[in-house]
Every structure is written in C-alpha cells, then in structure tokens.
Nanobody, 118 residues
Framework: QVQLVESGGDSVHTGESLRLSCLIF????????MGWYRQVPGKEREVVAV??????????TYGDSVEDRFTISRDTEKQALYLQMDMLKPEDTGVYYC?????????WGQGTQVTVTS
C-alpha cells in the first residue's frame, strides 16, 4: 500500500518562498499522476500542480493562479515529490495535499498547512 507524507508547510509573508516535500512509501507504478492540491475552508480542493508520468515521459500542468510562480519536481531515487513555491501571496494560503493516482489507486497525504500573510 502506498503512503504519502507531506512536510514543509509554514507561515510566511507575501513574496517569500517555501518548498513542500512529499515522501512516497511503497511501490510506485510506472504510469501515474502525482501532484499537489490545496484546499481552504468552504471551498473545493483545487489543483496546484500535477506531474503525469508514463514510464520515461513526463508532463506537468499547473493551476492558472500558480503558473510561473510554483514548480513541481520529482526525485525518483528518493521517491519524493516537491513543490517549490515562490512569490507567495495571501491567496496561496491553504492546506496542501500530495496525491498519487493510477488506474487502480487514488491516495492522498494528510496535508500540510501553508499560511501567507501580507
């Protein structure tokens, strides 16, 4: 069974940076989607960034509000997924979740809180 553990959430000010990490425990299928999502109270969980892997091919997509500020990356050897967040804004505040999805599994981490104040 795959398990995801996020870390790196913190309270920062506008314009600062954070790097979130997601450690992935268990066997990873070669065709998968791994990504970051965020949720604020009263709103639906939204896509932040997703990396789709099909063996050696990778494709990344970003939410409109974070493109050009956030970067998703993956370390295959460490089985880790990262989200580099630059130029943070108060509207980036939320709980950030890591997700691992294949054709037969859909697994979420417990979330890590990011708070951005002006």
């Amino acid at each position: 069974q795959v398990q995801l553990v996020e870390s790196g959430g913190d309270s920062v000010h506008t314009g600062e940076s954070l790097r979130l990490s997601c450690l992935i425990f268990g066997e990873i299928f070669s065709v998968n989607d791994m990504g970051w999502y965020r949720q604020v109270p009263g709103k639906e969980r939204e896509v932040v960034a997703v990396m789709s892997t099909d063996y050696d091919r990778k494709r990344t997509t970003y939410g409109d509000s974070v493109e050009d500020r956030f970067t998703i990356s993956r370390d295959t050897e460490k089985q880790a997924l990262y989200l580099q967040m630059d130029m943070l804004k108060p509207e980036d505040t939320g709980v950030y979740y890591c997700r691992y999805k294949t054709w037969m599994k859909d697994i979420w981490g417990q979330g890590t809180q990011v708070t951005v104040t002006s």
